[in-house]
């Protein structure tokens, strides 16, 4: 998450433009923590928290810890907790690492969970979750993958292009943070299972993926859960939240000079010119367009 604590990085820009998770999300999270009778709720905690999306979501817990490394993010999850209404003393935010959980006691955390959880050290990240976790406490981590257009399957190529290419003035495949952008349009399937890094520490160990038919090869798929339907302006404005192109604006800076925009803008424009050529009508940036994320789960219990 390096472009994420460059000064330029606009963190409040990034809470209102990305996308956010659905409330069946959480549903399905917390069904499978109270799977055992003696499930309790009395600490959650949030690792790689961000602006505190996940975080607020967590409000089932009587005490709920947002952890992240970047100070921005703190900030403005900070500034987000305190606009809310009500019981905002039930959550904590705390700048530090996930895989160094020192502030938190020997198995005194009830759930654990991570959203777009791809940039962990899981050699150091599994010992400290069966470390925090009580006895049958649950983990839950999440990624979404690359963004699709429900009712335009022909613009995949042009996103995939964009992306995850190799053309480095056209494309911000090659700024990504790696390889943790890879396990996220992978879906988590590199993450190694819990077992593999500290055996017998625990009971069950589940991979979900609510990917649709984006994704055919993948075990099981459900139904895609993450949509939004966004204005083209608002598409935009998710596209210049991205890490990656904030360092492709680093290596090149006179890209912005290019008659047709800069490389994210070219990018917006050529999907809908595809939109324009497929409907045969004219797009405006005011216009709506419906928009998924195939998104993978990875839930485990502490034995």
Not at 30 to 36: A, G, L, Q, V
Not at 155 to 160: A, M, R, S, V, W
Not at 257 to 277: H, S, T, Y
């Amino acid at each position: 998450m390096a472009a994420f604590s460059n000064f330029s990085f606009d963190s409040a820009i990034y809470a209102t433009f990305r996308p956010t998770y659905p409330r069946s999300l959480y549903d399905f999270i917390f069904d499978y923590h109270e799977r055992n009778e003696d499930a309790r709720w009395d600490r959650a905690v949030d690792l790689g928290c961000g602006t505190g999306q996940a975080t607020i979501e967590l409000r089932p817990f009587k005490r709920v810890i947002g952890v992240d490394p970047c100070s921005q993010m703190i900030e403005v999850a900070q500034e987000t907790l305190e606009k809310m209404p009500t019981r905002t003393s039930q959550y904590v935010y705390v700048h530090g690492s996930a895989e160094n959980l020192s502030f938190l006691d020997n198995g005194s955390v009830d759930l654990v969970v991570s959203a777009q959880a791809s940039r962990f050290d899981w050699n150091k990240m599994w010992p400290e979750l069966a470390r925090v976790l009580r006895k049958n406490g649950s983990a839950a981590f999440w990624g979404y993958s690359k963004f699709r257009f429900t009712r335009y399957p022909s613009l995949t190529q042009k996103i995939d292009a964009y992306v995850s290419g190799n053309d480095p003035l056209n494309s911000v495949g090659p700024y990504w943070e790696q390889p943790s952008r890879s396990i996220l349009d992978n879906h988590l399937v590199e993450v190694p299972e819990g077992n593999e890094v500290v055996p017998g520490a625990f009971s069950d160990f589940e991979r979900v993926f609510f990917t649709g038919d984006h994704y055919p090869s993948l075990p099981s798929p459900h139904s895609v859960i993450m949509r939004k339907k966004m204005t083209w302006n608002d598409l935009l404005s998710y596209l210049n939240t991205w890490s990656a192109l904030h360092t492709f604006r680093q290596h090149n800076p006179t890209d912005v000079e290019n008659p047709r925009g800069d490389v994210a803008v070219r990018f917006w424009k050529d999907l809908m010119e595809g939109i324009e050529q497929e409907d045969g009508r004219a797009v405006e940036g005011h216009d709506e367009v419906d928009i998924e994320w195939p998104l993978a789960i990875i839930l485990a219990k502490r034995a």
